[in-house]
């Protein structure tokens, strides 16, 4: 029973996490304020749900080793990656013109993401082939590579 309602503190953690990441998108696309405002309101919405990430974190888990220990710059690190991510979705997914002129900025980036999402399966392919197809020393060496190296 216990366990069930520290999953659901969690869970309910993650999702005012969220929100509150979506409230600071929304407010920050929606207002008249200059970059600066804007800016300094994104950090500090960052910060707010890092330390509810890391407090969310020590309270569902029993305080925890990985969240007890966490400093703050993880927790910060955690929450930040989460929004790069939320907001290259949704960059992603933008539409590449504007009233018949082109948007290059979204363009780019989608180009950029295919790219890498193609070079990372080339490489993958790479590794997969190298393990399989070649001298018995070179097998060896395609089976203790990282991925990355095959990159």
Same mark, same amino acid.
């Given at each position: 029973?216990?366990?069930?309602?520290?999953?659901?503190?969690?869970?309910?953690?993650?999702?005012?996490?969220?929100?509150?990441?979506?409230?600071?998108?929304?407010?920050?696309?929606?207002?008249?304020?200059?970059?600066?405002?804007? =800016?300094?309101?994104?950090?500090?919405?960052?910060?707010?749900?890092?330390?509810?990430?890391?407090?969310?974190?020590?309270?569902?888990?029993?305080?925890?080793?990985?969240?007890?220990?966490?400093?703050?710059?993880?927790?910060?690190?955690?929450?930040? =990656? =989460?929004?790069?991510?939320?907001?290259?979705?949704?960059?992603?997914?933008?539409?590449?013109?504007?009233? &018949?002129?082109?948007?290059?900025?979204?363009?780019?980036?989608?180009? =950029?993401?295919? &790219?890498?999402?193609?070079?990372?399966?080339?490489?993958?392919?790479?590794?997969?082939?190298?393990?399989?197809? &070649?001298?018995? &020393?070179?097998?060896?060496?395609?089976?203790?590579?990282?991925?990355?190296?095959?990159?």
């Amino acid at each position: 029973m216990t366990r069930q309602i520290f999953q659901g503190t969690l869970g309910a953690l993650i999702v005012f996490a969220i929100l509150l990441a979506v409230c600071a998108f929304v407010l920050l696309s929606w207002t008249s304020l200059s970059f600066v405002p804007k =800016a300094l309101l994104l950090v500090i919405a960052l910060i707010a749900a890092a330390y509810i990430f890391r407090f969310g974190g020590q309270l569902a888990f029993g305080n925890r080793p990985f969240f007890r220990d966490m400093p703050f710059g993880v927790a910060f690190g955690f929450v930040l =990656a =989460a929004a790069l991510l939320v907001f290259g979705v949704w960059y992603y997914f933008q539409p590449t013109d504007t009233d &018949g002129v082109p948007r290059a900025g979204v363009i780019f980036f989608r180009w =950029a993401v295919q &790219g890498f999402v193609i070079f990372a399966v080339a490489a993958f392919l790479f590794r997969v082939l190298g393990r399989s197809i &070649g001298t018995e &020393g070179s097998k060896k060496l395609f089976r203790s590579m990282p991925l990355t190296a095959a990159f």
